[in-house]
């Protein structure tokens, strides 16, 4: 979710069909084949830049709103700002030739602000609104539908489904062949919308709700929240979506990070009196939402955190009041709740699952360092700056049974690290002669985007192909 349409109005297609061609090349520095220069292993893969969208020193790629990369029908998009077109949307097939500008939906420097691509049976839907982080106003949202496929600069055509004044878009995810999508204008119509990619077939599901978000699909429903609380369901019909249940007292009861796992969704509750803050799960009907386990039993609660959807189960982070902050792990029926690790830590950091190996950070006396459990051994990986000192791994993504990372081992800045197995050596991924400092990590499609700055092309996207 990037919180970030008031009332929506269907659009007369406005349609843009602009061939741009590829990205700006980066020339010889955008693609390194690395070596490990550490060990001298050979390295987990080539990675690129997709192009220098900003030529010369400039980002395309910003601070704020955040880069993120979402995969819709077999492409990647996400928003750059090359300079001239403004923050605009892109695609990419995974190569700088295959990289390109969707279309200036906001014509000349000014921003579009395009977010949440989403697959759907006619195109891949998104949404745009006016930067917010510009002040402007009123802010200016749509709903939009797009063919651009980026293989050979080919962008092509982008049609306006919907459009709205002092509108912001909350959240969207693909349910079957439809894209659903939340928005609000903060205090009149906040909606729940559907797509097909057609102009015929987006429209609101749901109007007057309070804050409609976290859209969660598990199988053919989608759970959200309105507001934090109550809890909703939709089929993608209006007929079909309802609200579930108000949990608790409703005003002072809200319902947290919702996250699917098969055809549940689990979500953290918290200030419910009676059992404090724990983790909960819904499969869409009332009597299937319920408490999982109360783990630290009283009004403290374990304060479940960092969820995350791995295989089958999901893990996260809880205290039950004697081990302190540890990794815990409840399987997809929400029947089964055991705890992971027993480290005696200062700070256990959000933990994924790569393959049969759960990882995460621990920060302890000996510093901030890569830990795993691999079978019921739990153990530090690695430690990447020698001593008390801390190599501070982050963004923590899975690509298969291989971990993406960045962290510093005191020679390199922060980089990017990959590791194909907790008895293997970490692989140096080396993009700048300080720091590239490597963010929005992103395993789509079988390869790991993100952005980077190689201290030539100011932050711009990459990508890493594992071997």
Same mark, same amino acid.
């Given at each position: ?394 963004? /923590?993504?899975? !690509?298969?049974?291989? =971990?993406? *990372?960045?962290?510093? +081992? $005191?020679?390199? @800045?922060? &980089?990017? #690290?990959? %590791? ?20 929005? /990590?992103?395993? !789509?499609?079988?390869? =790991?985007? *993100?952005?980077?700055? +190689? $201290?030539?092309? @100011?932050? &711009?996207? #990459?990508? %890493?192909?594992?071997?």
């Amino acid at each position: 979710m990037r919180s970030r349409l008031p009332h929506l109005v269907l659009a007369g297609a406005l349609t843009v069909g602009l061939w741009l061609g590829p990205a700006h090349p980066a020339g010889a520095a955008a693609q390194v084949t690395l070596k490990d220069t550490q060990w001298g292993r050979a390295a987990a893969g080539t990675a690129e830049m997709l192009g220098d969208l900003a030529p010369g020193p400039s980002s395309s790629m910003t601070t704020f709103p955040h880069p993120e990369f979402r995969s819709a029908n077999g492409r990647v998009f996400f928003a750059g700002d090359d300079g001239v077109h403004g923050l605009e949307p892109w695609v990419t097939d995974g190569t700088p030739q295959g990289t390109a500008l969707v279309g200036d939906l906001q014509p000349g420097a000014a921003d579009s602000d395009p977010a949440y691509f989403t697959s759907a049976r006619h195109g891949v839907v998104f949404m745009t609104d006016t930067r917010l982080a510009s002040g402007h106003a009123p802010v200016t949202g749509a709903i939009w539908s797009t063919t651009a496929t980026g293989t050979g600069g080919a962008t092509g055509t982008t049609t306006r489904l919907a459009e709205g004044a002092d509108v912001v878009s909350l959240d969207a995810a693909p349910l079957g062949d439809l894209a659903l999508l939340t928005t609000s204008d903060f205090d009149k119509n906040p909606q729940v919308w559907r797509s097909d990619g057609t102009l015929a077939g987006t429209f609101p599901l749901k109007r007057h709700l309070t804050l409609p978000d976290e859209l969660s699909p598990i199988g053919r429903l989608a759970l959200f929240v309105d507001g934090q609380n109550p809890l909703w369901r939709t089929d993608g019909t209006p007929a079909g979506t309802r609200k579930v249940r108000t949990l608790g007292s409703g005003s002072s009861t809200f319902l947290l990070q919702l996250t699917p796992v098969g055809r549940r969704v689990f979500f953290k509750v918290n200030t419910l009196a009676s059992v404090g803050t724990e983790l909960w799960v819904s499969d869409g009907s009332r009597r299937g939402t319920r408490l999982v386990r109360d783990i630290r039993p009283g009004p403290a609660g374990s304060d479940p955190r960092s969820l995350s959807a791995h295989g089958d189960a999901l893990l996260y982070l809880a205290n039950d009041g004697v081990h302190g902050v540890q990794v815990w792990r409840t399987d997809r029926n929400g029947r089964r709740t055991v705890r992971l690790t027993d480290v005696d830590a200062q700070r256990v950091s959000r933990p994924v699952q790569c393959g049969s190996t759960v990882y995460f950070t621990v920060r302890d006396h000996r510093g901030s360092e890569l830990w795993a459990r691999s079978g019921h051994r739990v153990r530090r990986v690695v430690d990447l700056l020698p001593g008390p000192g801390s190599s501070a791994p982050h963004n /923590l993504t899975c !690509l298969g049974a291989t =971990l993406a *990372f960045t962290a510093t +081992d $005191g020679s390199h @800045g922060r &980089e990017l #690290w990959t %590791l194909a197995g907790p008895r293997l050596r970490p692989v140096l991924h080396d993009l700048s002669a300080g720091s590239s400092y490597p963010t929005a /990590l992103a395993a !789509l499609d079988g390869d =790991l985007y *993100f952005v980077a700055n +190689d $201290g030539v092309h @100011g932050r &711009e996207p #990459w990508v %890493l192909h594992v071997i």
